[in-house]
């Protein structure tokens, strides 16, 4: 029996863990849809792709700001004769001004990108991959996550959402062979602390805290295969957020899962 080749959406591959994430992907033979702004840079990953692996690459040029952006990426999808198999929520940045400073729009795109968009995609294609009974969606979450709340910072918030939403989600799909994983990422070389303009603060802090995207990729693609709901990579960043979290997460997913009065 052939098994039929499986399609991936990536969000944010045009740079950094998801770029990294669209290789690791193709080198494993799955076709992919590779979604971001810029797509010059798509266009160039994608035709990198096809000639090392010789997988379908679709691109679609989409700013996840847009709230109609979820719903036109999965008609993009669809038009195309493809079904999600594979979902890797990872567009994202940060602010880094004060709340009280910044233009509502840019926290409303913050929260459009890496709150809405995030959840409305994982709803757009849980069905499908209900129906198939096989999925994998890796959610791009942090170590922030596990870190007190940062002043002026919606960042560690929006990560703490996607951390609970994605163990919650996870609870209710693993019976039906999808898997929901939160990847936590420490500091990682790519694009992020450029774009953040924080770049010349974070190259300040020492080396041993840094990551390079395959090693992150690598542990989130091992981890939602294994069926982990939570994958915090690299031994310093599971030190660092066993330390900011005193109850395990392994023991709070479980005792989530058992104690939820309100189960449905
Ligand atoms: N790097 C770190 O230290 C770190 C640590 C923990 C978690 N993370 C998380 O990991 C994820 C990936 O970050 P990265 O480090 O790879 O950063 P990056 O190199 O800056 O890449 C960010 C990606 O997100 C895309 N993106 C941003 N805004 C978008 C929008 N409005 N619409 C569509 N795509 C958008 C960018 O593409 P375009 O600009 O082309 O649209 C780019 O492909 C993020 O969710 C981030 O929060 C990063």
């Not at 990872?90 to 959840?119: C, H, I, K, R, Y």
């Not at 990847?183 to 602390?193: I, K, R, V």
């Not at 709901?229 to 997913?253: A, D, I």
Request: proline fraction near 6%; hydrophobic fraction near 45%.
């Amino acid at each position: 029996m052939t098994v039929p080749t499986r399609t991936a959406l990536v969000t944010g591959a045009s740079a950094g863990i998801g770029a990294t994430f669209a290789r690791t992907l193709a080198a494993e033979g799955l076709d992919l849809v590779l979604v971001a702004r810029r797509k010059d840079r798509l266009d160039e990953l994608a035709q990198e792709l096809t000639d090392a692996h010789g997988v379908r690459c679709e691109v679609l040029a989409a700013d996840l700001s847009d709230p109609g952006a979820p719903r036109a990426i999965m008609a993009f999808v669809e038009d195309r004769g493809l079904v999600v198999d594979v979902l890797v929520n990872n567009a994202g940045m940060s602010g880094s001004t004060a709340f009280a400073e910044t233009p509502w729009d840019s926290l409303a795109a913050e929260l459009q990108v890496m709150v809405t968009a995030v959840t409305e995609l994982t709803h757009l294609v849980v069905p499908g991959m209900k129906q198939r009974r096989w999925g994998r969606i890796v959610n791009l979450s942090s170590l922030a996550a596990f870190a007190p709340p940062g002043e002026s910072l919606l960042y560690t918030g929006i990560k703490s959402y996607v951390l609970d939403m994605s163990q919650a989600l996870d609870m209710e799909l693993k019976p039906f062979g999808v898997h929901v994983t939160a990847l936590c990422p420490g500091f990682t070389h790519s694009e992020f602390h450029q774009t953040m303009g924080s770049a010349e603060a974070a190259s300040a802090l020492p080396s041993v805290l840094w990551q390079e995207p395959e090693a992150v990729v690598r542990a989130g693609w091992a981890s939602v295969n294994a069926g982990k709901p939570v994958c915090v990579p690299g031994l310093v960043n599971k030190v660092l957020s066993h330390g900011m979290r005193p109850v395990p997460f392994r023991l709070q997913y479980v005792l989530g899962r058992t104690f939820n009065p309100f189960k449905h």
